[in-house]
């Protein structure tokens, strides 16, 4: 869930202007009463940048709106963009939510763990049942857990710059090779350094442990 943030850099060093492709935030819904439902926003309706920025996620739109004065692109239900301007109270919410939590691509799972309870999944199944998250924002988002072995430098730097705290990590084994072996990555060996990269950078951590009986 969402946890409000008080952060000291401006929005121009917390939210990257992004170059490569990036979805419109999708609306879902109006909360009634709420800004966007005055301005005119519906469900349907997209949202491309805010203050010249694209949001990559919730974590990004959320810093953006933070903002009193708000520049936003919208794409309507019928392709035409609209450009609106608001002037709000600091902090305070638009009232929008949105169809998915992710505006750019989930980050997926790069182990082969021979207990993955997605490639146990029976067939027939809702698709969503087996997409392999391990995506950060959505553990810092909705408490999800991943395993920090498909992290790029970028993703580290984000997380110390916007401060995504509490993250949950699925730990498995600290010992690098049994780790390495679990999860049936050489990426995997380096997690008590990750933990410390985290305590070093007032980063919250919910650790979880997996444990297996009789695994050769």
Same mark, same amino acid.
């Given at each position: 869930m969402w946890q409000e943030i008080n952060y000291? @850099? /401006?929005?121009?060093?917390l939210v990257p202007n992004i170059t490569y492709k990036i979805n419109p935030a999708e609306i879902e819904s109006i909360e009634a009463n709420s800004i966007a439902e005055e301005i005119g926003?519906?469900?349907?309706?997209?949202?491309?940048? %805010? +203050?010249? =920025?694209?949001? &990559? @996620?919730?974590? @990004?739109?959320q810093i953006l709106i933070s903002e009193e004065i708000l520049d936003i692109s919208v794409l309507d !239900? +019928?392709?035409?963009?609209?450009? %609106? +301007?608001?002037? !709000? @109270?600091q902090d305070?919410?638009?009232? %929008?939510?949105? =169809?998915?939590a992710l505006f750019d691509s989930i980050k997926q799972c790069n182990n082969k763990c021979p207990f993955c309870f997605i490639d146990q999944q029976? /067939?027939? !199944?809702r698709k969503s049942l087996y997409i392999k998250d391990d995506d950060y924002r959505l553990s810092f988002?909705?408490? /999800?857990?991943?395993?920090?072995? +498909?992290?790029? =430098?970028?993703?580290?730097? &984000?997380i110390a710059m916007q401060k995504l705290s509490p993250l949950f990590?699925?730990?498995?084994a600290t010992d690098p090779a049994t780790r390495e072996k679990l999860l049936k990555n050489k990426k995997a060996g380096v997690i008590l350094d990750q933990i410390s990269w985290f305590e070093k950078n007032s980063i919250q951590i919910t650790c979880s442990n997996c444990c297996l009986s009789r695994y050769k």
């Amino acid at each position: 869930m969402w946890q409000e943030i008080n952060y000291k @850099d /401006s929005n121009d060093l917390l939210v990257p202007n992004i170059t490569y492709k990036i979805n419109p935030a999708e609306i879902e819904s109006i909360e009634a009463n709420s800004i966007a439902e005055e301005i005119g926003f519906e469900s349907g309706d997209s949202i491309i940048s %805010i +203050n010249g =920025k694209k949001p &990559r @996620d919730l974590i @990004d739109y959320q810093i953006l709106i933070s903002e009193e004065i708000l520049d936003i692109s919208v794409l309507d !239900k +019928n392709h035409e963009i609209h450009n %609106i +301007n608001i002037e !709000k @109270d600091q902090d305070v919410n638009l009232g %929008i939510n949105f =169809k998915n939590a992710l505006f750019d691509s989930i980050k997926q799972c790069n182990n082969k763990c021979p207990f993955c309870f997605i490639d146990q999944q029976p /067939s027939g !199944k809702r698709k969503s049942l087996y997409i392999k998250d391990d995506d950060y924002r959505l553990s810092f988002l909705y408490g /999800s857990y991943l395993t920090l072995t +498909n992290l790029k =430098k970028e993703d580290w730097e &984000r997380i110390a710059m916007q401060k995504l705290s509490p993250l949950f990590i699925s730990v498995h084994a600290t010992d690098p090779a049994t780790r390495e072996k679990l999860l049936k990555n050489k990426k995997a060996g380096v997690i008590l350094d990750q933990i410390s990269w985290f305590e070093k950078n007032s980063i919250q951590i919910t650790c979880s442990n997996c444990c297996l009986s009789r695994y050769k």
